[in-house]
Structure formats: structure tokens, C-alpha cells
């Protein structure tokens, strides 16, 4: 996948559910959807980020353990691309949100969980053009 050219800042980039079986949901959606699984290494475990015939990233289906254990449990969480986690994460204290668990390292990139002012929860992940 080294063609792959995220969106822009401020696009949504993929969207992620967490749950106690996430090996169910990646079998469920790569035959209702048409995705394919990539496994994503987590030490003892395997989380998948579901991929598109044509092997791009679609969405991530996770499960509720690790550096996953806070996260919203079944249901889908947007994913936005973000110049930089840590001036966002600073933003959205400052504007009233929370930071739901740690900023933490993907890769090349950071990521974070966010509540906003009313409630509501995203991701974000700052992602480098190579």
C-alpha cells in the first residue's frame, strides 16, 4: 500500500468499532461489505483494519482489550485526520472536550479519542504524507 495518499486534514479518514469479538464483526463485515482483513499485531492478540477490494483502508474492527479497554464498546467511532493529535488534543480541553485514555503512538502517526462538548465521540490521527 505504499500509493496510499491520505485525505486532507480535517477529512474523515476511517471509522473504528471495539468490541469483545472483534474476530465475529471482521468475518461479518468482509462478507456483508466485501472487506478484507489485515491483521494488526497487539502482542497476544490480532486487531484488523478492514481494507477495500482495492486495498485501501476502510475501517478498523478492534477488540475491547489493551490499549483498547476505555474505548466505546459496539459502536462506530469516526476517525478524522488532523495536522497534529497533540495541538488538537490541547483544543479540545481547552474548549470544553476530554481526552478519552491516552494520545498514543500508530505507527508513523498519533491517535487519541475525543469527547467533544456535548458528548459526542471521535478519533483523531495525524497521519504523514511519505
Known sequence: ????????????????????NADKLRDFYADAIGWSPSPVPMGDYDDYMMMTPEGAPAAG?????????????????????????????????????KVLGDVRP?????????????????SIFDIPVE
Open 1 to 20: 500500500m505504499s500509493d496510499y495518499t491520505p485525505p486532507p486534514v480535517g477529512s474523515i479518514i476511517s471509522a473504528d468499532i471495539t468490541t469483545e
Open 61 to 97: 474492527v478492534c477488540y475491547l482489550r489493551g490499549p483498547n479497554i476505555n474505548q466505546p464498546a459496539n459502536q462506530w467511532v469516526v476517525c478524522f485526520r488532523v495536522a497534529s493529535v497533540d495541538e488538537t488534543v490541547s483544543k479540545v480541553v481547552a474548549r470544553g472536550g
Open 106 to 122: 500508530m505507527g508513523a502517526s498519533k491517535y487519541a479519542v475525543i469527547q467533544d462538548p456535548v458528548g459526542g465521540i471521535l
